[in-house]
C-alpha cells in the first residue's frame, strides 16, 4: 500500500516537472516573438498618432505660438465681495 503511495507521488512530481520545465523552454522561444509583436503595435499606433497631430497642426488656421481662448469666463462666478460684515470692537478692561 505504501508502495503505491510513493509511485504515485512521484508520478505527481514527475508530470509538475515536466510541464514546469517544457513551460520555461516555450517561453524562452515565444516570449521574444510575442514581445516584438507587442512592441511593433505599439510604434505603429504612436507613428499613426504623431501622424495625425501633425495633419491637425497642418490644418488650422492659427500660427505657431498664438493663444486661443475657447471661452471667456463668466464676471459673476469671480467672487463675492460681500463675505460678511465687519464689526468694530472694543478692548473692555
Do not use: C, W
Not at 516584438?36 to 507613428?47: E, F, I, P, R, S
Not at 488650422?60 to 460678511?84: F, L, M, R
Amino acid at each position: 500500500m505504501q508502495q503505491a503511495e510513493l509511485m504515485g507521488f512521484l508520478r505527481t512530481l514527475l508530470i509538475i516537472l515536466i510541464v514546469y520545465y517544457s513551460f520555461r523552454f516555450l517561453a524562452r522561444i515565444f516570449a521574444p516573438l510575442l514581445l516584438k509583436k507587442v512592441v511593433g503595435n505599439m510604434q505603429a499606433k504612436a507613428k499613426k498618432h504623431h501622424q495625425q497631430k501633425n495633419q491637425q497642426s497642418e490644418n488650422s488656421s492659427t500660427k505657431e505660438g498664438e493663444t486661443i481662448i475657447d471661452k471667456n469666463p463668466n464676471s459673476k462666478t469671480q467672487g463675492n465681495n460681500s463675505v460678511g460684515e465687519y464689526v468694530d470692537f472694543e478692548e473692555i478692561d
